[in-house]
């Protein structure tokens, strides 16, 4: 069983940065950032292959997010910069242990392994 608990949410103004942990128990394949805005859909932010390291961003964050991991402590991260308020959503990791290829590696269905979300706020 994969448990994941994340943390280091907050509110910040626009503009600045915040970087989210999830620390991650059991084996994983694939590894993710989705985030869910107040009336919005979940949507899949960035994602990372464990083993290769290959990395997958959606346009709104490409060259803003970055998603690394550090397989000694099993633990995800998201260091997020330049943020603005469209940013501003309750941020979730998830986990698969098998592949998961272009075009799910953003669906959240394809994910079997989620966290309870922590709540990132922009203020412009």
């Known amino acids: 069983q994969v448990q994941l608990v994340e943390s280091g949410g907050g509110s910040v103004q626009a503009g600045g940065s915040l970087t989210l942990s999830c620390a991650i128990s059991?084996?994983?394949?694939?590894k993710a950032w989705f985030r869910q805005a107040p009336g919005k859909e979940r949507e899949g932010v960035a994602t990372?292959?464990?083993?290769?390291?290959?990395?997958y961003y959606i346009d709104s964050v490409k060259g803003r997010f970055t998603i690394s991991q550090d397989n000694a402590k099993n633990t995800l991260y998201l260091q997020m910069n330049s943020l603005n308020p469209e940013d501003t959503a309750m941020y979730y990791c998830a986990a698969d242990q098998t592949s998961i290829f272009y075009p799910r590696r953003f669906d959240p269905l394809a994910y079997s392994y989620w966290g309870h979300g922590t709540q990132v706020t922009v203020s412009s």
């Open positions: 990372i292959v464990v083993g290769t390291g290959n990395t």
């Open positions: 059991g084996y994983t394949y694939i």
